[in-house]
């Protein structure tokens, strides 16, 4: 059970684009439709943004869309905002109900 | 409204137990699978356990296998996570949550704000 693979961190401009990596296997990420996201403000508990790999929950702004190619997942915030500064966690089912979450992203937006 | 309240976190010496219960309310707690993920302070996020909405079907990390054991109460819209041989490396903010299906483990959409469980000597 090794953690998913993703950068220590990110950051944009207001406005611009960017787009968090996570990095599993055949076994995880690249075998299941059931890659989801989650924001981390400090203090705060963690708020899912991307399930199924790219579907969005209601009420999560449509800033926030989520891919997928072979073993690797991605997140992409559009229109970057101050308020989206914040920690970003991958995690995918693995088989066996067992789950593995990345090591998390640092988002900072300049 | 959709809430989750952890309770019975606390400050234990390495090799005693703790039990953390967690108590649904908003939502038909019967109906959906439930997690336990912790955090240590400063560090991610890391998957515990799960179980599925019936408690027939349950997961463990391989680092708590063998010493954790989650178990509900859909009578009483209770989680529970029984921690024995605790370690040092055990000490995390433990996050209660809901998952957004009942079985296969889809995504976790509602979190309680965390119990705090410290092992120290």
């Known amino acids: 059970q090794s953690a998913l693979t993703q950068p220590a961190s990110v950051s944009g401009s207001p406005g611009q684009s960017i787009t968090i990596s996570c990095t599993g296997t055949?076994?995880?990420?690249?075998?299941?439709?059931?890659v989801s996201w989650y924001q981390h403000h400090p203090d705060k508990a963690p708020k899912l943004m991307i399930y199924?790999?790219?579907q969005r929950p209601s009420g999560v702004s449509n800033r926030f869309s989520g891919s997928k190619s072979a073993n690797t997942a991605s997140l992409t915030i559009s229109g970057l905002q101050a308020e989206d500064e914040a920690h970003y966690y991958c995690c995918s089912y693995a088989g066996g109900l067992t789950l593995i979450f990345g090591g998390g992203t640092k988002l900072t937006v300049l | 409204e959709v809430q989750l309240v952890e309770s019975g976190g606390d400050s234990v010496q390495p090799g005693r137990s703790l039990r953390l219960s967690c108590a649904g309310s908003g939502f038909s707690f019967d109906d959906y699978a439930m997690h336990w993920v912790r955090q240590v302070p400063g560090k991610g996020l890391e998957w515990v356990s799960s179980?599925?909405?019936?408690?027939?079907?349950?997961g463990y990390a391989d680092s708590v296998k063998g010493r954790f054991t989650i178990s509900r109460d859909n009578a009483k819209n209770s989680l529970f996570l029984q921690m024995n041989s605790l370690r040092t490396e055990d000490t995390a903010l433990y996050y209660c949550?809901?998952?957004?299906?009942?079985?296969?483990?889809?995504?976790?959409?509602?979190w309680g704000q965390g119990t705090m469980v410290t092992v120290s000597s």
């Open positions: 949550i809901k998952d957004r299906l009942p079985t296969v483990p889809n995504a976790f959409d509602i």
């Open positions: 179980i599925t909405w019936n408690g027939l079907n349950i």
């Open positions: 199924e790999d790219s």
């Open positions: 055949s076994n995880d990420v690249g075998n299941f439709k059931l």
